[in-house]
């Protein structure tokens, strides 16, 4: 028996420096991932000044993305669960490249919505959550939510350079040129990490589970070994994360896409709001990291409660901005918002694979997400359409604070282990 264990532990820590390894490479892919399809708010206000659109019109490329990104979920998450995430990872890079090449001819709506919001968005999928989740679950049984943290906080981090980076690339070299500098960071990057993921699967079968080398207890998890879609949809826990999902993807986006042009409407200099909004979205590293790492320890519910919470008084704070002088309200709108921005993900995508984990995993998750992007879909041109009919942004998070109680007690809802699933 003793030698059993020992085998077991030895081949433990290699399957953890492994993991360790993936981590950091799905962490880069999905920082580039973020970094491009994120810097859209300040492609949005170059739009403005080139086509003249209407906010609404000009929203509506990133709320299709928001739809095609939770409508591929199940096809990636499937690809990925077939195929393996070095295949996938592949292409998807070579699509988001490709698409970020295309956007820089666009002379129409329609193009912008076709390239970015289904073309692009396709390649994005295939570098995110569904794709990195699966696998990072096997090598982190029992710091799943720690590991989907880390993943997520590597996306904030792109999505926090996003709009200073843009920003300023575009005021150097244009929108157009910028696209095309976007796309030669995702080629210079694409062949080393699908490599990466490619060998990371061919060892997949040799990770041990955290109950062979440990003695702490695994993660609450379901009654099934081994969940399948059709199972897991009939139950009730599958479709309250669904509402989750689109409760939080509606609040999220109501403000998201339309920061900068908030921030521009109520006078501050647009490099200066810029800065802003990308300092705050800095924190969402320390915002992820904290509650996924949380979600460990103190449940995956009260994590998940307490971002939604300081969400809310991030809102509550850009209700009190009336002008540039506000820089104070702005900062404190900036910070909170920023610093809970993706933090709901890790609590929610481990509390997905904590109750279905499985060979379809990847799938379940991919059909999950349908409700984030019905929800950021609705959200991103919902709060366009407000501002085209009042001109200002107030009733957008005035329906941000309503979506975010919404989702923080749908996901409470969770909280109860034994009715986590239904045969």
């Not at 929203?59 to 199940?74: D, E, K, T």
């Not at 006078?267 to 790492?293: D, E, H, M, N, R």
């Not at 704070?317 to 002008?323: N, R, V």
């Amino acid at each position: 028996m003793r030698v059993g264990e020992d085998r077991a532990s030895s081949a433990g820590v290699g399957a953890s420096r492994q993991g360790w390894l993936v981590l950091g490479g799905a962490g880069a892919a999905f920082a580039v991932s973020a970094l491009v399809m994120q810097s859209y708010p300040v492609f949005l206000l170059a739009y403005l000044a080139t086509f003249g659109w209407s906010r609404a019109a000009t929203s509506l490329g990133y709320s299709v993305a928001q739809l095609a990104a939770g409508a591929s979920s199940p096809l990636v998450g499937g690809l990925a669960d077939r195929l393996g995430a070095g295949r996938v990872v592949l292409f998807g890079g070579l699509v988001l490249a490709l698409g970020a090449v295309a956007n820089a001819g666009v002379w129409a709506l329609w193009q912008v919505v076709l390239l970015y919001g289904i073309v692009m968005t396709f390649g994005a999928s295939a570098l995110g959550i569904v794709v990195f989740v699966p696998i990072l679950s096997r090598h982190f049984v029992r710091r799943r939510g720690m590991a989907v943290a880390v993943l997520q906080s590597a996306g904030a981090f792109g999505r926090a350079l996003a709009i200073p980076v843009a920003e300023f690339t575009i005021s150097a070299i244009g929108w157009r040129a910028a696209y095309l500098a976007e796309a030669a960071l995702i080629g210079v990057l694409l062949v080393p990490l699908a490599r990466l993921f490619r060998r990371a699967e061919g060892l997949r079968e040799k990770v041990v589970p955290a109950s062979a080398v440990s003695k702490a207890p695994p993660p609450v998890a379901a009654p099934h070994a081994d969940w399948t879609l059709t199972r897991a949809m009939r139950t009730r826990h599958f479709w309250l994360l669904v509402a989750v999902y689109l409760f939080t993807g509606f609040g999220s986006f109501l403000v998201t896409l339309h920061q900068l042009a908030f921030a521009v409407a109520e006078g501050f200099p647009k490099l200066y709001a810029a800065g802003v909004i990308g300092a705050g979205g800095s924190l969402a590293i320390v915002g992820i990291i904290l509650t996924g790492t949380l979600s460990d320890f103190v449940g995956r519910e009260l994590s998940a409660i307490f971002s939604y919470a300081a969400s809310i008084l991030g809102d509550v704070f850009a209700l009190f901005i009336s002008g540039p002088e506000d820089r104070v309200f702005f900062w404190l709108f900036a910070c909170l918002f920023g610093l809970t921005l993706g933090a709901r993900g890790p609590p929610i995508a481990a509390k997905t694979a904590d109750l279905f984990a499985g060979r379809q995993l990847g799938r379940i998750l991919g059909v999950i997400t349908i409700g984030s992007g019905i929800g950021a879909a609705l959200g991103a041109w919902s709060a366009g359409r407000i501002f085209d009919l009042t001109g200002s942004y107030r009733l957008a998070f005035y329906l941000s604070i309503a979506s975010y109680s919404l989702g923080a007690l749908t996901f409470w809802l969770l909280r109860r282990p034994a009715r986590a699933v239904t045969r």
